[in-house]
């Protein structure tokens, strides 16, 4: 038996067999841009609203990590130590002084183009899987800690619902939400880089005097009332011109989606996936079939936030 092996039998006898997380995809109800800052990061006015579009992680103990990937866009999805899954497991094991072995299983349903976090809710999902397949027991602020160190998204992907990021988009307020709301979300062909998209930012707003970004008190209040028309002439996306610079494309798919009956239309935090709020679910259909009639777009969802952050869904013993 090799040591690898014996560790692995030695862990098991101890952990859960297999664990299944369940984690939502993001949009951004509005993304305030400030000044690039010296670490290149930019402060953010983040409100995000988590919605019913899931990815599941599935881990069990392995010989060493593994990751795989099933689901329409797996192709595209990375299965090495970029994995931000991967970066997880690797991350938590670290803190903990003990192998990474195990095998992450993601079933992907959260569209891969980008702007609806699809790689954080991973990161975010594996963290909350490989913490109780080990029975680590880690606290919500040491797991938000890790995400933090992941990227600037995945904090908002473990705790879901609604919240107000701040910083570089890290530091999380919750928000209240008075009600659902009606997405759909347009998926383009191809991503587009959310570093390169922040600097079409810079390029844009150069010799400008751009403001510190802060929440909209009228958005708040949409999202506490649960007021869809309020929260539809609220929305609002500092990143869009960028988006759009980069790709102009997408101004077809956001006059499709308005002409066909949604109450307003943005980029999806830094895009390429535009994101259309509707009146209820049956305007959200008729959204979601004018946008793929129209051949502006690959595929359309319909989803309803908010949803509910990383949660256990399985636990094998
Ligand atoms: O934090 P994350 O790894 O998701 O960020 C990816 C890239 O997006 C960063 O390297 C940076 O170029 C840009 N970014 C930024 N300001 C933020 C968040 C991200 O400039 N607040």
């Known amino acids: 038996m090799s040591v690898g092996e014996q560790a692995q039998r030695q862990a098991s006898s101890k ?7 369940r984690v939502p995809a993001k ?5 305030a841009v400030g000044a690039a800052r010296p670490d290149g990061f930019h402060d953010l006015a983040n409100v995000f609203l988590a919605v019913g579009l899931y990815d599941e992680i599935t881990v069990t103990p392995a010989a060493e990590l593994r990751v795989t990937c099933s689901g329409p866009d797996a192709g595209q999805v990375p299965l090495d130590a970029t994995n931000l899954a991967a970066r997880a497991a690797i991350a938590l094991a670290e803190r903990h002084g003990i192998d ?12 891969v183009a980008g702007g609806m976090a699809g790689g954080s ?7 909350l899987a490989c913490d109780t397949l080990w029975s680590l027991g880690s606290s919500r602020d040491e797991l938000l800690a890790i995400c933090a160190e992941l990227g600037s998204d995945v904090p908002f992907s473990l705790i879901g619902g609604a919240a107000l990021g ?7 307020t919750p928000l209240d939400v008075g009600g659902d709301f009606h997405w759909v979300f347009a998926v383009a062909e191809g991503g587009l880089s959310t570093p390169t998209v922040f600097r ?5 707003t150069e010799g400008t005097d751009v403001p510190a970004p802060a929440a ?14 309020a929260l539809a002439g609220a929305l609002a996306n500092d990143l869009q011109p960028a988006a759009l610079s980069l790709r102009p494309s997408l101004a077809d798919t956001l006059a499709a989606g308005t002409a066909a009956g949604a109450l307003a239309a943005l980029v999806s935090g830094s895009g390429p996936t535009t994101a ?5 679910t049956d305007t959200a259909a008729r959204v979601a079939r004018a946008l793929l009639a129209s051949g502006t777009c690959r595929t359309a969802r319909v989803a309803a936030s908010p949803a509910q952050g990383a949660t256990v869904v399985r636990r094998d013993a």
């Open 15 to 21: 952990t859960a067999a297999e664990v299944r997380v």
């Open 27 to 31: 949009v951004n109800a509005q993304l």
């Open 100 to 111: 990474p072995h195990v095998h992450i299983h993601i079933a992907k349903d959260i569209p």
């Open 121 to 127: 809710a991973d990161g975010a999902g594996a963290l």
């Open 166 to 172: 701040t910083g570089r988009g890290e530091q999380l």
């Open 200 to 204: 079409e930012f810079d390029r844009l």
């Open 216 to 229: 909209d008190p009228a958005l708040l209040d949409a999202l506490r009332t649960g007021d869809v028309t």
């Open 276 to 280: 259309f709020l509707t009146e209820d």
